[in-house]
């Protein structure tokens, strides 16, 4: 069994010598088990966390532990009655080739599957988290504004062509002319704006010239700042996640802003709600399910996948995701 685990806790952006690539005799299952063997691994920004120490709404990756992720794997040896070998399940198998499992939390894949990578992305956790977000807490309305950020990353894409699907404008944000010529052009985005221009905010007010009715939250940070001012009268705000301040060291600089924030929310009768995907699978992953799996069959909702070949690749393509070095879902293939 070749893994990953985790080596150093990181201050700041993580470095390869954070991780540590170990092998290990494979395990074999007891009565009651499964072996799986790991074939697709996914990275995810949320990864970072649970590097750092102390629980966030998970807790953290033990020094020495492997690393957590989501994995499409397939069964190969099985002591357990509800699986087989052959059969192919979504699960969190870690940053490692094989994974000794007691079937709890296992997701069958269906037999006639056949990019399974895609339950890693559109048809798995990121694509369950944007329709939640923007149906159950943005609920958009046709001809409603929606904006997104990050708008090219997998959370990002699904959000703004469910908008669309929905009626609404869809107004994406990404780092780079590059990203939001694919958001447009790629994706139906109705208009992109880079946030790493210097007239970001000017171009976000001339993109918004109606207001902003959701603001789909993955970012934080400077991209947070030039919305809100857009943002209109009972406008809503998924804040799904804050990528720009995973990697940060220390608080934001500047002056604190959250009066100024607090007094805007209260004002214009915003409501901005968190969340986090996994306490809202027994609820609602089955309702995700039945909608978006035709919008995908019929290519109607779609995102670019990058597929790292190898585990030992895992360790810099996440430091290379959080670096922005992506466009779309980032998957590793366990060629090992
Ligand atoms: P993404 O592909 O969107 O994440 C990587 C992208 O984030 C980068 O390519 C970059 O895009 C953007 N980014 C990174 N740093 C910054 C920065 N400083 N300022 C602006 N943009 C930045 O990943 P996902 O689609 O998987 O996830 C999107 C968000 O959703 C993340 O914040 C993630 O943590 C969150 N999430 C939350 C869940 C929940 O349960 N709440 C579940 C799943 C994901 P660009 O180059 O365009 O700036």
């Known amino acids: 069994n070749r893994r990953i685990v985790l080596q150093a806790r990181p201050t700041g952006t993580p470095v390869p010598a954070d991780f540590l690539l170990q092998e290990v005799p494979i395990p074999r299952p007891a009565e009651g088990q499964l072996l799986l063997k790991n074939l697709y691994l996914s990275l995810d920004p949320y990864m970072r966390g649970r590097m750092n120490e102390g629980p966030s709404y998970a807790p953290a990756v033990e020094l020495g532990a492997v690393m957590v992720g989501g994995t499409v794997s397939e069964v190969i040896e099985s002591r357990h009655p509800r699986f087989k ?34 339950a890693l992305s559109l048809l ?39 908008a669309k699907r929905k009626g609404s404008r869809a107004i994406g944000i990404a780092g780079g002319a590059e ?34 009715d959701v603001y789909f939250e993955n970012v934080g940070g400077a991209v947070f700042d030039a919305v809100l001012p857009r943002l209109n009268i009972g406008a809503r705000v998924p804040l799904c996640g804050l990528i ?26 915003i409501k901005i709600q968190g969340f986090i995907i996994s306490d809202h699978y027994a609820d609602d992953y089955a309702n995700f399910m039945r909608e978006m799996s035709p919008e995908v069959a019929h290519g109607h909702i779609r995102v670019r996948e990058n597929v790292l070949q190898g585990l030992s690749q895992a360790p810099q393509g996440l430091i290379d995701l959080l670096d922005s070095r992506f466009t779309g879902k980032v998957v590793v293939q366990l060629t090992d």
């Open 124 to 162: 798995g956790m990121p694509g369950f988290t944007a329709w939640y977000g923007l149906l159950r807490i943005g609920e958009p309305r046709p001809g409603d504004t929606v904006v997104v950020a990050s708008a090219t990353g997998t959370v990002g894409a699904v959000v703004g062509q469910l």
């Open 179 to 212: 990203k939001c010529r694919i958001a447009v052009e790629e994706l139906g985005f109705d208009a992109c704006i880079d946030h790493r221009s210097p007239d970001f905010a000017g171009q976000l007010a001339a993109a918004t010239p109606e207001g902003i």
């Open 244 to 269: 720009a301040q995973y990697n940060s060291k220390g608080l934001y600089p500047g002056p604190d802003r959250l009066p100024r924030v607090m007094g805007q929310l209260l004002a214009r009768r």
């Open 85 to 118: 070998p052959g059969d192919r399940v979504v699960t969190q198998g870690g940053w490692q080739t094989h994974t000794l499992s007691d079937g709890t939390g296992l997701g069958l894949l269906p037999a006639d599957m056949t990019h399974i990578s895609l």
